[in-house]
């Protein structure tokens, strides 16, 4: 485990407060497709890490679950969204978090959650995430988006198109593959028998980590699906997407990702 200080100084944040010590994760060994937060050594280590800090970029249904998910379990959350803060005030009040633009988000968070349609990827500043680890919760929905070809065609996947755009940031996809109306409802204390696996995919191998072990915190498995060129594994329509599995049921689906479900089937 390692500790770093900070002095929380921005004047443009809504809801700050000051934070002098804050420990971060202990990068771990890595973890192929099949492994999970299960391992005795990344359970042990990931339950001594608190008070992280996160900003989430979108604070819609996916954005605000997550951050009421992270704030009961220790961490310091600033949401933003397409707007000026102020639009969030009753949305700070009723989570408990600090609110900001997305550029404070991006700034304040150790690790930053995207969570925005995936047109709006695009318009959100490339430098924004420089050196940031990401989760990347944005799934293509061709009516929603616009329809894209190279993912018509699946010569890419949607995180790569999101690492493309952010050049330097750590982008690990994750949190896509749950609906939102879950993320609060599976969480489950490390060794429960019913504890839901969560799928990732991730070409930073310490990124990865750091999200498995922030997951792990939160009351989910992570099975590594691979590099973000596997991460079609889990988009929308595939077995695997946001359908509540444990950490084998899930290394099975990502396994058997050649087949689609029927549409709109995840939500019923
Ligand atoms: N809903 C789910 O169950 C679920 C589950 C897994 C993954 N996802 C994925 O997560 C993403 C978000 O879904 P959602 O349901 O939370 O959507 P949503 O309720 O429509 O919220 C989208 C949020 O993104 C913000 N946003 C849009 N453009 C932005 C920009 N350029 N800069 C900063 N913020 C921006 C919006 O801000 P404004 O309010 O200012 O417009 C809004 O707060 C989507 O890609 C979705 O496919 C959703």
Redesign the pocket.
């Known amino acids: 485990m390692t500790f770093r200080n900070w002095a929380f100084s921005s004047s443009s944040n809504w809801g700050n407060r000051c934070i002098s010590r804050i420990r971060c994760p202990a990068p771990l060994a890595s973890s192929p497709l099949g492994s999970n937060c299960r391992d005795p050594q990344v359970s042990r280590s990931s339950r001594s890490v608190k008070n992280m800090r996160i900003g989430i970029?979108?604070?819609?249904?996916?954005?605000r679950a997550v951050a009421r998910l992270a704030i009961q379990h220790g961490d310091e959350v600033m949401l933003?969204?397409?707007?000026h803060p102020r639009?969030l005030a009753s949305t700070m009040v009723a989570i408990g978090c600090r609110i900001g633009t997305?550029r404070d988000a991006a700034e304040f968070g150790d690790v930053v959650v995207l969570?925005?349609?995936?047109f709006?990827v695009r318009?959100?500043a490339a430098d924004l995430l420089a050196g940031k680890t990401v989760l990347d919760?944005?799934?293509y929905?061709p009516q929603r988006d616009g329809a894209i070809e190279d993912l018509d065609t699946r010569s890419t996947t949607t995180s790569e198109m999101v690492a493309r755009h952010f050049k330097s940031a750590k982008i690990v996809k994750a949190?896509?593959?749950?609906?939102?109306?879950d993320i609060e409802k599976d969480s489950r204390p490390a060794g429960a028998a019913d504890r839901r696996a969560l799928p990732i995919a991730g070409d930073d191998a310490d990124a990865k980590r750091s999200v498995r072990d922030w997951l792990d915190r939160l009351g989910y498995d992570a099975v590594d699906a691979g590099m973000l060129s596997e991460g079609w594994r889990f988009e929308r329509a595939r077995p695997a997407y946001?359908v509540p599995l444990d950490s084998g049921r899930l290394r099975q689906k990502l396994q058997d990702a050649g087949t689609t479900v029927a549409e709109g089937s995840w939500r019923k």
Do not use: D, M, Q
């Open positions: 970029i979108g604070a819609g249904f996916i954005g933003s969204n397409s707007r639009t997305s969570a925005v349609p995936f709006a318009e959100i919760a944005a799934n929905y949190f896509n593959a749950i609906l939102e109306k946001c």
